[in-house]
């Protein structure tokens, strides 16, 4: 049977039935659309405390990061949802280090991915399917090590 990746909009709108059901049909609870989003970054978004519970409860990643560098915690306005997503990053030893070098390991995967195609002379400012380029990625991810390596080479 083909289980379709997770739908944004399940859990911009709410469904839990529907999160429930494709979960239990084996849809991935940390599939990522095409701006790194995982289900639990729209459900923290929204504030929906109930979905958050049950995509927490089917092993949802704390620490996803998406494009804009934003783990859902820091995407989610909501108290009561914030205080689920922090006990449970709490239960699971979730320490301030490990937050931060999460962070940092997707920009030294960035710059290693920037290092890879200089050395094999691929085109580093390609546009993405958003028109994006790895320069603009990481400009707007703020990483200033990408920034000064792109600098260096005369890519910006």
């Not at 995982?38 to 049950?54: D, N, R, S, W, Y």
């Not at 990483?143 to 000064?148: C, S």
Request: charged fraction near 20%; hydrophobic fraction near 40%.
């Amino acid at each position: 049977m083909f289980i379709p990746p997770y739908s944004p909009q399940c859990c911009i709108d709410n469904y839990e039935e529907m999160v429930k059901l494709l979960l239990d049909r084996g849809a991935n609870v940390n599939a990522q659309d095409n701006e790194l989003w995982t289900p639990l970054h729209a459900a923290a978004t929204c504030g929906h405390a109930g979905l958050v519970k049950i995509l927490i409860a089917h092993g949802a990643d704390l620490l996803a990061v998406n494009s804009d560098g934003n783990m859902p915690y820091d995407l989610c306005e909501d108290d009561p949802t914030l205080d689920i997503i922090e006990t449970a990053m709490a239960n699971r030893g979730i320490t301030q280090e490990m937050i931060n070098e999460t962070r940092a390991s997707t920009e030294r995967k960035m710059m290693g991915d920037i290092q890879e195609m200089l050395r094999l002379g691929d085109e580093v400012n390609q546009q993405d399917s958003q028109g994006a380029t790895l320069v603009r990625r990481s400009q707007r991810r703020n990483y200033l090590a990408v920034r000064v390596l792109c600098s260096s080479v005369f890519l910006i």
